[in-house]
């Protein structure tokens, strides 16, 4: 359109045509107008990620974009979320932003365990004719772990953590309590203080429930063969903390120098230590 008008003004100037120089104005008029709108479908518009909760390798990476855009005008934004990019159409998706819809899913191809690496997503407008288009990109660095694809396997004899040095106490008006080796991660309600004030030795307690002496399963990478690669290690430990979660036993992690102990969010602390391992 640039050239036509080029073109045009040539031959007005040529040829003192008056009708050229009416269709020169009117193209640049187009023009100007459909760049500065374009430039206002961008103008002032944010856009958020919000993960989900868990995310495994293997999968789909499925996250929201959440419009944050605070002039509640409608808003046509196209975005490249083809997987593969081939350089035609089907590239882009059309996102029509209104206060009633601020929130686009776009799906990633499976990851790989650990951090998700920086994004970049290229967006672009044409409205309002479709003549011009005005590119911008978004750069997203939340920090968002994948998890590793849980691998079913024959689960090694399972060891409970009373395999290591315990010792059985009945504390006063309290139900039986098993006493461990201190670990930095347990919460101070679960040290055996008054234990601690007798001996010198700092111990933690799991108290029974009813009676009944129950242990908590640990799931330690010592469990498995040494030479076994780390992913499909953190793949088969992630099977059994899902398992271990799902039936509801009480289980403690165990990785080289971190151990998890049965806490609020336990299955979240676990899982993001075996993405990061």
Known sequence: MAIACILLWIMAVNYQVNVAYALV????????????????????????????QEYFAGKDCV????????????????????????????????WT????????????????????????????SMAPFGLLMIKTHWEFTDEIVIFPEP?????????????????????????PAYLLPHQN?????QIAWKHYAKTGDLLDKYFEQGGTQV???????????????????????CYRVLAADASGEKYILELPRQRYEAATAQRTQCLNALGRW
Not at 35 to 46: D, E
Not at 113 to 122: D, E, K, Q, V
Not at 157 to 163: I, K, L, M, Q
Request: glycine share 8%; proline share 6%.
């Open 25 to 52: 104005f009117w193209l640049l008029g187009i023009l100007l107008f459909g760049a500065l709108a374009g430039i206002r479908q961008l103008t002032g518009l944010v856009l958020a990620i919000v993960p989900q």
């Open 63 to 94: 996250l929201t974009l959440r419009a944050c855009d605070s002039c509640k005008r409608t808003r046509w934004l196209w975005l490249q979320t083809a997987q593969e990019i081939t350089g035609t159409a089907s590239d882009w998706q059309l």
């Open 97 to 124: 932003i209104t206060p009633e819809n601020t929130d686009f899913v776009w799906t990633l191809p499976p990851q790989r365990r650990g951090i998700l690496p920086t994004l970049m997503l290229a967006g672009a």
């Open 151 to 175: 691998v079913e396997h024959n689960i090694p004899t399972a060891r409970a953590s009373g395999d290591e040095q315990s010792t059985q106490i009945s504390l006063s008006g309290q139900d």
């Open 185 to 189: 991660t347990t919460s101070l309600r």
């Open 215 to 237: 242990q908590p399963l640990l799931i330690s990478y010592r469990d498995y063969p040494q030479g076994t690669s780390l992913e499909k290690m953190a793949s088969m430990m």
